[in-house]
């Protein structure tokens, strides 16, 4: 299995960054995606669920703090999963992480870093 992210950077607040994850190694279409978010400072342990999506994209969830700012989707043709974030906050800031929970485990991407700064 592997998780590769893209599209992190540096963006004002209320700014917009669209991330994507590539996914391979795995059956992509059979599986729900998520992202979480890990803060800067915080353990591995303390990463935060963002968004999920379920196998065939007609469900999701978000956390309650970007609830009408982020938005999940997938494209299961192209083995992606992408979360548009709009109206970015500082408190945003942090590592992006995709991850997939198979019957082999769960697995992570590396990351993309975004930071919402003046």
């Known amino acids: 299995v592997q998780l590769a992210e893209s599209g992190g950077g540096l963006v004002q607040p209320g700014g917009s960054l669209r991330l994507s994850c590539t996914a391979s190694?795995?059956?992509?279409?059979?599986?729900?995606m998520s992202w979480f978010r890990q803060a800067p400072g915080k353990q591995r342990e303390e990463r935060e669920l963002?968004?999920?999506?379920?196998?065939?994209?007609?469900?999701?969830y978000y956390a309650e703090d970007v609830k009408g700012r982020f938005t999940i989707s997938r494209d299961n043709a192209k083995n992606t999963v992408s979360l548009q974030m709009n109206s970015l906050k500082p408190e945003d800031t942090g590592m992006y992480l995709c991850?997939?929970?198979?019957?082999?485990?769960?697995?992570w991407g590396q990351g993309t870093l975004v930071t919402v700064s003046p």
């Open positions: 190694g795995f059956p992509f279409s059979a599986y729900g």
């Open positions: 991850s997939v929970k198979t019957s082999q485990g769960d697995f």
């Open positions: 963002v968004a999920t999506i379920s196998a065939g994209g007609g469900s999701t």
